[in-house]
């Protein structure tokens, strides 16, 4: 179910490569990769999870409240970070040159779905 929901985020956004359903810890719930992407999204939600946990103390520090989005942009993939819940998060990699609104749109209506699964 989880591979349908990534898959349907990948194929809508033009620019998509991959995308993953992960945990803080660094492990991979389910991911979808277009054929011969040239990143490996289960390495990227692994060392991202690590900034994200930093961003998340920092936000607590700082009382701004829960950091809920976040994105990376690189020269060769922008990744979209949206976080699940306390304990999941869906990474999505795309071309610097991706729809990026599009991307954050699914990313923020298709994640209650995931939420939904995860109960």
């Given at each position: 179910m989880f591979q349908a929901v990534l898959k349907e985020v990948v194929e809508n956004t033009e620019g998509g490569i991959a995308t993953l359903l992960m945990d803080f810890e660094?492990?991979?719930?389910?991911?979808y990769s277009k054929p011969g992407a040239a990143f490996d999204i289960t390495t990227i939600g692994a060392e991202f999870s690590v900034v994200l946990?930093?961003?998340?103390?920092?936000a607590e520090m700082l009382d701004a409240g829960n950091a809920a989005e976040i994105a990376i942009q690189a020269e060769k993939v922008t990744t979209l970070i949206r976080v699940?819940?306390?304990?999941y998060f869906v990474a999505f990699s795309m071309t610097p040159d991706a729809n990026i609104g599009k991307a954050r749109y699914l990313l923020r209506t298709k994640v209650p779905v995931l939420l939904k699964e995860l109960v």
């Open positions: 660094g492990i991979a719930v389910d991911s946990k930093s961003i998340q103390r920092a699940v819940n306390s304990s």
